[in-house]
C-alpha cells in the first residue's frame, strides 16, 4: 500500500472539488474492493477521499414513479428494502447472491459499480496483464481462465465483470447520476456506464476523472416474475460463473441480463427479442460472436442450461 | 514407559474423565481473544520491527542482480535481508526448498529477501521496491507430460516406494471381473485459518521463535541446522495455533526469516506469510494420477488388485504416497502398488492431512463402487467380503492390533438409511434435483511416536502438565487434562495444561494423526510415576493404593495430593517409547462414509445433502472433540471432491489461483448436517490409552463417497477431481432434456 492522504468531505460539491485538486485522488465508501487492491498495489492512489457522510444513504421515490438509491445505500439495506423487495426482487435477489453479509453490510451502491474484474493474473502484480498494466499483455487467454469472459472480449482482455448488483440493474434499465468536475450533474444510462475492453482494457467504466456517482436511479416498476439464478462452484461467497437475471411477463416475454460472462453486466436485444422461443434461443443470442478459451467454453453450455433451469421452473409454476 | 507389550488394565479404563465429551479448557480464552498467537506476541517481545517477504517472480532461474537502495531509502526502512547478507545457511532435512532463496531461484514465491520496517504498511510498501533482475530458466510444470520421465522414489518412514506379492499379472488376466481405470487428483492448499506466522528475538546468542508450528522439538534442530548454531540456543513457543494441516509441520520462510531480520537489526521481528503468497512460498499436497486394477470373481471377490501412483515435486522432494492404503485395506493373494515421483518446478510438494490416503482414496474407493456395479454387488456388501483381518502383503502372521471395518460399514448404512438406495444411477428426482447416494470406506494407519511429558503437584494439589505437544486446533489441551486428571484422581479443573515451548519435554507433536494418542500415552507415563511418588510419600504400597477425589487411599486411610507435595511440591517427568507392537500388528483406524447429493438436472450444479459415518479408533479419548476432528475431516473431503484444486499455469509455473477468492474450500451453505457414530473399541496394542489417532480419518474415503453419490445421481463418473460443473456439463449433463 502506497502511503496516502486522506479527507472526510464534508459535502459532495467538496469531495468532487478536492478529487479536481489531486492527483490520482479515489474517492471511498465501503472500501471493500479498493483497500485490498490498495495492499497489491494495483491500486496506488494518493489521496483518498471519504464520501460516508455525505448524507447519500437514502433510497427515495422519484418523480416518474421509480426509485432513487443513493451512491452510498449499503448493499444489505437495499437487498432489505420493502420496495426493493416488492417492485425490483431481481436487484434484492442479486444482491444476496453476492458476497457475504458482512462485506453487503459495508459495501456501497456507487462503489459495487465500480468493483474491479476477479481476473486472477489482475491480482498477481509479476504477471501480465493488459488492464492492470497497458501494454504488457494478457497473462489469461492462454492461462487458466476459466472464471473469465466469453463475450464482449477484446484481443487485449478477457477480463469478466464481477457483480452481481449491477446485472439486476442491468436489466431494470437503471442510470447512473453523477457529479462531474466543476459540479456539473450527468446521468449515464448503465448500459452506458461499464465499457467494453476494445484496446483500453484499463479503462472500466464512463466516469471522467475525479466524477462521482451520486445515485443510481430506476424506472418505474415493470411488475412482472423477477429471477436471479447465480451458478457458482460452491453454495455461497462465490463469483458467478454465470449467472441470469431475468423478469418473466406476460404471453412469453421475458427480458435478460447476463453475469460472469462480459466484461459488464450482459444484455442484447436479441436475447430478450428470442424469449418466446425458448432457453436455446436465448442463449445463442446472448452469446452471439462469443469468443472462448478452452477453460471457459463450457459457460456457453452452462448460461443455456441456466436459462433452461429458469424456463422449466416458470413453467412448472405457470 | 515402555509399551512393548499389549496395555492390560490400567487406570484409564475407569472412564470417570477420558471418554467423556468435555468442553474445551481453552475455549474461553480462543472465544474471548485472549490465547495468544505467534503474530501477537507483544506481551512477551515488545517493539517487534515489521518483516515482509518478497518472493521471487520467476519460478526457476538465477538472481542475476538485487537493487536495494530504492527500497532500503523507503520510509521506515529498517533493514533488508537477502542471500548476499544472510551468511551461510543450512537447510533442514524437512525442507526440499531453501526457505531463503538466490541466487538460484527453485519455484515461484520463494522468498529471496525480507524488508523490516517500523510499520507493516511501511515495510510491505518498501518491499515493492526491491528490484531484482531475473535470468529465468525452462522448468517443469506439467505433471502429466513429466511423469514419462517418473523414477522410483526412495523408501519413505521405512515405506518402499513399490511392494509386490504373488502373480498380479496372471491373476487380473485371469479375473472374471475386471476394472483398470485412472484417476486423478489436483494440488491442494491447505487453507489453514492462521497464516504462518512468527515472532523472533535475540538475547545474545540466544534465539527465541514464538511461531505458528506442529512439531517443536523437529523444529528447533531444523533451525539450528539452518543457521548453524547450537539446538540449546534455540527455544521455539507455540502454545496456541490456528490450524495447520501439515502446512506448520516444518521450518517456513516466515521462521527463518524473522530470526534473521531480528538478528540484522538487533530488535525483535516479526512475519507473517500473506494469505496470496502461502500457496506459492509454503508447501501443498500434491497432485496425482494414479491407475487401478482390480480382478475379481463374479462374486466380488478381489484376487489382483493394483494401484500405481505418479506426482511430481522438486528434485529431492518426496511422492505422494497415495497408494499406501491399497497394501492393507483389502484382500488379494496377487498385489502390486507401486509410486513415481516425477521432477517439476513447482513449489514444493509436502505432507496435507492424511498424506497418501487422502487422495488414494479418492481413486480406489471410486474404483470399488465401479468393481461393485460390475459385479451388481451392493458397494458395502462387497467392502465386506473383501475384509481382511490381518496385513494383506504380510500374511496371517501379522494380523490388524484391531479391524472394525466391517462394523462400521454395517451400523453406518443402518444410521445413513443406506438400503433405501437405488443402485440404478440416475433414477431419483426431488424436483429440480437429481439425487444419489455413494458410501466409500474409510481407512488411515494408525502412527505411534515416542512423546515425553512432565507433571507437578503444588502444595494445593494443583497438577500440573508440561510438554512440547501441540494444540492446532485439535483439543489436545483438553485431552491431556484428561488423562492426567484420570490417572491421578483429581478433576479437570485441577490440572493446569501447559504446551508448545521447546522448554518442556520433547513429545510426539501434531501429525499424521499421530499426536493424541501418543501424547496423551506420554502423559499417562508421568502421571503413572506421579503415582508411584505419591504412594511412597504417602507412606502406602503401590499395589495397595487407590487415588480418588484429589487423595490417595489405601483401606480406609487417605491424605491430599497437596499435603504429599508440600510447600515445595513434587515433579515427575517420564516418557513413552513404543517397541516393535506396531510392526508385529497392522495398526491402522477404520470407517464408513455415506453421502447423498443432489445434482440439478439442467445446470450440474453438485450440493450435499446428508453426510453420515461411523468410525473405529480405538477408544475415542474425548467423543466431543474427536467428533470435531472427523465432521472437519468429511469437510475436507467434500471441498477435494467438489472444488478443491490449485491451478497450475504450465507457462509460467506457478499456482494461479493463489488466495481465498479464488481457492474454494466449501462455506456452511455447502455442508449440511453431518452424522458422526463411534463404534466401541479398544486397541492394547497400540498404546497405553488403547486409543488411536482419528484426526485424520474422516478425510480418507470422504471425498468418494461424495463422488460415488454424483455418480448414482447422474450415472455420469467422473474420475478426475475436482467434480465441477464443467466436468459434468462435458461428459453428458444433463441426462434430462431442457
Known amino acids: 500500500m502506497k502511503a496516502f492522504t486522506y479527507e472526510r468531505a464534508r459535502s459532495v460539491e467538496a469531495a468532487v472539488k478536492a478529487a479536481a485538486s489531486v492527483q490520482s485522488a479515489r474517492f471511498i465508501a465501503g472500501g471493500t474492493n479498493l483497500l485490498d487492491l490498495m495492499k497489491l498495489q494495483i491500486e496506488t492512489p494518493a489521496h483518498l477521499i471519504d464520501v460516508n457522510h455525505l448524507g447519500l444513504d437514502k433510497i427515495e421515490p422519484t418523480q416518474e414513479g421509480g426509485l432513487r438509491i443513493g451512491a452510498l445505500v449499503r448493499n444489505t439495506d437495499l437487498a432489505a428494502d420493502q420496495r426493493v423487495r416488492r417492485d425490483y426482487a431481481v436487484l434484492s435477489r442479486a444482491l444476496v447472491a453476492g458476497a457475504s453479509g458482512q462485506l453487503r453490510n459495508k459495501a456501497t451502491t456507487g462503489g459495487n459499480l465500480l468493483q474491479r474484474t476477479r481476473c486472477p493474473y489482475f491480482y498477481d502484480t509479476r504477471m501480465p496483464c493488459n488492464k492492470r498494466r497497458p501494454g504488457s499483455g494478457c497473462g489469461a487467454m492462454q492461462g487458466m481462465s476459466r472464471s473469465l469472459a466469453i463475450v464482449g472480449v477484446s484481443d487485449a482482455c478477457i477480463a469478466q465483470n464481477p457483480s452481481d448488483m449491477a446485472v439486476a440493474l442491468r436489466l431494470l434499465d437503471a442510470q447512473v447520476e453523477t457529479m462531474a468536475q466543476g459540479g456539473a450533474k450527468r446521468t449515464i444510462p448503465l448500459a452506458d456506464f461499464h465499457r467494453l475492453p476494445g484496446d483500453t482494457p484499463q479503462v472500466d467504466n464512463a466516469l471522467q476523472p475525479g466524477e462521482m456517482i451520486l445515485s443510481v436511479t430506476l424506472p418505474k416498476p415493470i411488475g412482472g416474475i423477477h429471477v436471479y439464478r447465480k451458478v457458482r462452484d460452491r453454495a455461497s461467497y462465490a463469483f458467478a460463473l454465470v449467472s441470469v437475471a431475468a423478469v418473466f411477463g406476460q404471453n412469453g416475454q421475458a427480458r435478460f441480463a447476463f453475469g460472469g460472462v462480459a466484461p459488464k453486466p450482459w444484455r442484447t436485444d436479441g436475447a430478450d427479442a428470442a424469449a418466446s422461443q425458448g432457453a436455446k434461443a436465448v442463449a445463442e443470442a446472448a452469446l452471439a460472436g462469443a469468443r472462448t478459451t478452452p477453460h471457459n467454453d463450457f459457460k456457453k453450455a452452462l448460461l443455456r442450461q441456466t436459462l433452461a433451469s429458469l424456463y422449466r421452473q416458470q413453467e412448472a409454476q405457470a | 514407559m515402555k509399551f512393548d507389550t499389549p496395555a492390560g488394565p490400567n487406570p484409564i479404563d475407569r472412564g470417570r474423565v477420558v471418554g467423556i465429551p468435555h468442553d474445551r479448557i481453552d475455549g474461553a480464552a480462543k472465544v474471548t481473544g485472549t490465547a495468544p498467537y505467534a503474530y501477537e506476541r507483544h506481551d512477551v517481545a515488545p517493539n517487534a520491527a515489521y518483516g515482509w517477504i518478497v518472493g521471487s517472480a520467476i519460478a526457476k532461474g538465477q538472481i542475476r542482480s538485487m537493487d536495494l537502495r530504492t527500497a532500503e531509502a523507503a520510509p521506515g526502512v529498517l533493514g533488508i535481508v537477502t542471500h548476499a547478507n544472510a551468511g551461510a545457511l543450512g537447510k533442514g532435512q524437512f525442507n526440499t526448498a531453501h526457505l531463503l532463496g538466490g541466487p538460484a531461484i527453485q519455484h515461484y514465491e520463494q522468498a529471496l529477501a525480507l524488508v523490516i520496517a517500523?510499520?507493516?504498511?511501511?515495510?510491505?510498501?518498501?518491499?515493492?521496491?526491491?528490484?531484482?533482475?531475473?535470468?529465468?530458466?525452462?522448468?517443469?510444470?506439467?505433471?502429466?507430460?513429466?511423469?514419462?520421465?517418473?523414477?522410483?522414489?526412495?523408501?519413505?518412514?521405512?515405506?518402499?516406494?513399490?511392494?509386490?506379492?504373488?502373480?498380479?499379472?496372471?491373476?487380473?488376466?485371469?479375473?472374471?471381473?475386471?476394472?483398470?481405470?485412472?484417476?486423478?487428483?489436483?494440488?491442494?492448499?491447505?487453507?489453514?485459518?492462521?497464516?504462518?506466522?512468527?515472532?523472533?528475538?535475540?538475547?545474545?546468542?540466544?534465539?527465541?521463535?514464538?511461531?505458528?508450528?506442529?512439531?517443536?522439538?523437529?523444529?528447533?534442530?531444523?533451525?539450528?541446522?539452518?543457521?548453524?548454531?547450537?539446538?540449546?540456543?534455540?527455544?521455539?513457543?507455540?502454545?496456541?495455533?490456528?490450524?495447520?494441516?501439515?502446512?506448520?509441520?516444518?521450518?517456513?520462510?516466515?521462521?527463518?526469516?524473522?530470526?534473521?531480520?531480528?538478528?540484522?537489526?538487533?530488535?525483535?521481528?516479526?512475519?507473517?506469510?500473506?494469505?496470496?503468497?502461502?500457496?506459492?512460498?509454503?508447501?501443498?499436497?500434491?497432485?496425482?494420477?494414479?491407475?487401478?486394477?482390480?480382478?475379481?470373481?463374479?462374486?466380488?471377490?478381489?484376487?489382483?488388485?493394483?494401484?500405481?501412483?505418479?506426482?511430481?515435486?522438486?528434485?529431492?522432494?518426496?511422492?505422494?504416497?497415495?497408494?499406501?492404503?491399497?497394501?492393507?485395506?483389502?484382500?488379494?493373494?496377487?498385489?502390486?502398488?507401486?509410486?513415481?515421483?516425477?521432477?517439476?518446478?513447482?513449489?514444493?510438494?509436502?505432507?496435507?492431512?492424511?498424506?497418501?490416503?487422502?487422495?488414494?482414496?479418492?481413486?480406489?474407493?471410486?474404483?470399488?463402487?465401479?468393481?461393485a456395479e460390475a459385479c451388481g454387488l451392493d458397494p458395502v456388501e462387497l467392502r465386506i467380503r473383501n475384509d481382511v483381518q490381518f496385513d494383506p502383503e504380510a500374511g496371517p502372521q501379522r494380523p490388524f492390533s484391531s479391524r472394525k471395518l466391517v462394523e462400521c460399514l454395517r451400523a453406518g448404512a443402518q444410521q445413513f438409511g443406506w438400503t433405501k438406495r437405488n443402485p440404478k444411477p440416475g433414477q431419483v428426482r426431488d424436483g429440480r434435483w437429481l439425487v444419489g447416494m455413494g458410501m466409500a470406506a474409510a481407512f488411515r494407519n494408525n502412527i505411534t511416536t515416542d512423546s515425553g511429558a512432565r507433571i507437578g503437584i503444588d502444595g494445593q494439589g494443583r497438577v500440573t502438565v508440561e510438554t512440547d505437544m501441540t494444540d492446532i486446533g485439535t483439543g489436545t489441551y483438553t485431552i491431556m487434562a484428561q488423562t492426567a486428571a484420570e490417572v491421578l484422581g483429581v478433576e479437570v479443573d485441577a490440572v493446569t495444561v501447559r504446551l508448545g515451548d521447546s522448554r518442556f519435554p520433547a513429545s510426539a507433536g501434531s501429525g499424521g494423526q499421530w499426536g493424541a494418542n501418543s501424547s496423551t500415552a506420554g502423559v499417562y507415563a508421568a502421571a503413572m510415576a506421579m503415582r508411584a511418588k505419591l504412594a511412597d510419600k504417602a507412606g502406602y504400597p503401590i499395589d495397595d493404593a487407590r487415588f480418588e477425589d484429589g487423595l490417595v487411599k489405601m483401606g480406609n486411610q487417605s491424605q491430599p495430593l497437596g499435603a504429599l507435595a508440600g510447600r515445595d511440591g513434587l515433579w515427575v517427568e517420564d516418557r513413552i517409547e513404543f517397541g516393535d507392537l506396531a510392526k508385529r500388528y497392522a495398526q491402522a483406524t477404520f470407517g464408513a462414509h455415506f453421502c447423498e447429493v443432489g445434482v440439478d438436472i439442467d445446470t450440474a450444479e453438485v450440493r450435499i445433502r446428508r453426510m453420515g459415518g461411523a468410525f473405529a479408533a480405538g477408544r475415542i479419548l474425548n467423543p466431543k472433540s474427536a467428533r470435531n476432528q472427523v465432521i472437519g475431516a468429511m469437510t475436507m473431503g467434500a471441498g477435494a471432491a467438489l472444488m478443491e484444486a490449485l491451478d497450475v499455469d504450465t507457462r509460467f509455473g506457478f499456482f494461479v489461483n493463489h488466495d481465498m477468492a479464488e481457492y474454494l474450500v466449501p462455506v456452511h451453505a455447502d455442508i449440511p448436517e453431518q452424522d458422526v457414530l463411534f463404534i466401541e473399541e479398544l486397541d492394547d496394542k497400540s498404546s497405553p490409552m488403547k486409543a488411536k489417532g482419528v484426526g485424520e480419518l474422516g478425510i480418507c474415503g470422504a471425498g468418494a463417497a461424495v463422488a460415488n453419490a454424483v455418480y448414482n445421481a447422474t450415472g455420469i463418473r467422473l474420475r478426475d477431481y475436482p467434480l465441477t460443473i464443467d466436468k459434468l456439463l462435458h461428459a453428458g449433463m444433463p441426462v434430462v432434456a431442457a
Open chain 2, 118 to 371: 517500523d510499520t507493516l504498511e511501511n515495510a510491505r510498501d518498501a518491499a515493492k521496491l526491491v528490484r531484482i533482475d531475473y535470468a529465468p530458466e525452462q522448468g517443469r510444470f506439467d505433471l502429466k507430460a513429466e511423469r514419462l520421465h517418473g523414477t522410483m522414489p526412495p523408501a519413505s518412514f521405512g515405506s518402499p516406494a513399490d511392494t509386490r506379492v504373488g502373480d498380479f499379472d496372471g491373476a487380473f488376466a485371469r479375473a472374471a471381473v475386471k476394472i483398470d481405470q485412472s484417476y486423478s487428483t489436483p494440488d491442494h492448499s491447505h487453507a489453514m485459518m492462521e497464516p504462518h506466522a512468527t515472532t523472533a528475538a535475540w538475547n545474545g546468542d540466544k534465539l527465541t521463535l514464538w511461531t505458528a508450528n506442529q512439531m517443536i522439538a523437529w523444529s528447533v534442530g531444523e533451525m539450528a541446522k539452518t543457521l548453524g548454531i547450537p539446538k540449546e540456543n534455540i527455544r521455539l513457543v507455540a502454545p496456541y495455533i490456528g490450524g495447520g494441516f501439515g502446512a506448520k509441520l516444518f521450518l517456513r520462510a516466515d521462521a527463518l526469516l524473522a530470526a534473521l531480520g531480528a538478528k540484522q537489526i538487533g530488535r525483535p521481528v516479526k512475519v507473517a506469510i500473506a494469505r496470496p503468497q502461502i500457496p506459492n512460498n509454503t508447501t501443498h499436497r500434491p497432485a496425482t494420477i494414479q491407475r487401478i486394477r482390480l480382478g475379481a470373481g463374479k462374486d466380488g471377490v478381489i484376487d489382483a488388485i493394483a494401484h500405481e501412483v505418479w506426482s511430481g515435486d522438486l528434485p529431492g522432494g518426496g511422492p505422494e504416497t497415495a497408494a499406501q492404503q491399497t497394501r492393507l485395506l483389502y484382500r488379494g493373494a496377487n498385489r502390486i502398488t507401486a509410486h513415481r515421483l516425477a521432477v517439476l518446478d513447482l513449489p514444493e510438494g509436502n505432507a496435507m492431512r492424511a498424506p497418501g490416503e487422502a487422495v488414494g482414496m479418492l481413486a480406489l474407493e471410486v474404483a470399488m463402487d465401479e468393481l
